[in-house]
């Protein structure tokens, strides 16, 4: 798979579990997300040079529309470019909240993966966050998936 190519592909495994986007909570969110990423490898990413990493990143913002509370799965991917740079594109999964104080308490955090041989510790990680673990089985306000450039 191409890296321009994972949204359609997360997007198919999305439909081929029956579930909609909107309709995911974060505990299958991050269940399709760390599947994809065992599953499929990306073209000319290497793992290597952490190419084809994943990240969970949570806390509560405001980006101008009021605050709320967001969960974040992201893969991200580097290719070498003609211009001896990397390209840097994300696929990017996040899910949102209402804000509330018990959120507020939570700290902002993150944790990479920067490999599938460290898949089973990222995995124990996200489930034992307490971001994760308050949200898990909550429906969230919002759900989005986009891959974009960084």
Not at 38 to 43: C, V, Y
Not at 72 to 94: K, Y
């Amino acid at each position: 798979m191409k890296p321009d190519d994972a949204q359609t592909e997360l997007e198919t495994r999305i439909h081929q579990t029956g579930e909609v986007l909107s309709g995911l909570t974060l505990e299958n969110g991050v269940r399709l997300m760390l599947d994809f990423y065992r599953d499929i490898r990306s073209e000319g990413c290497s793992i290597e040079d952490e190419g084809d990493m994943l990240l969970f990143q949570w806390g509560t913002f405001d980006w101008g529309e009021g605050r709320c509370f967001q969960c974040n799965i992201t893969r991200q991917f580097m290719e070498p470019d003609d211009e001896e740079d990397d390209a840097i594109s994300q696929l990017s999964f996040t899910f949102y909240y209402p804000a509330s104080e018990f959120h507020d308490s939570l700290a902002d955090g993150n944790q990479w993966c920067a490999s599938p041989d460290e898949l089973p510790e990222f995995e124990e990680f996200i489930k034992e966050s307490p971001a994760y673990k308050a949200v898990k089985d909550s429906v969230p306000e919002n759900v989005e998936l986009d891959h974009g450039t960084v």
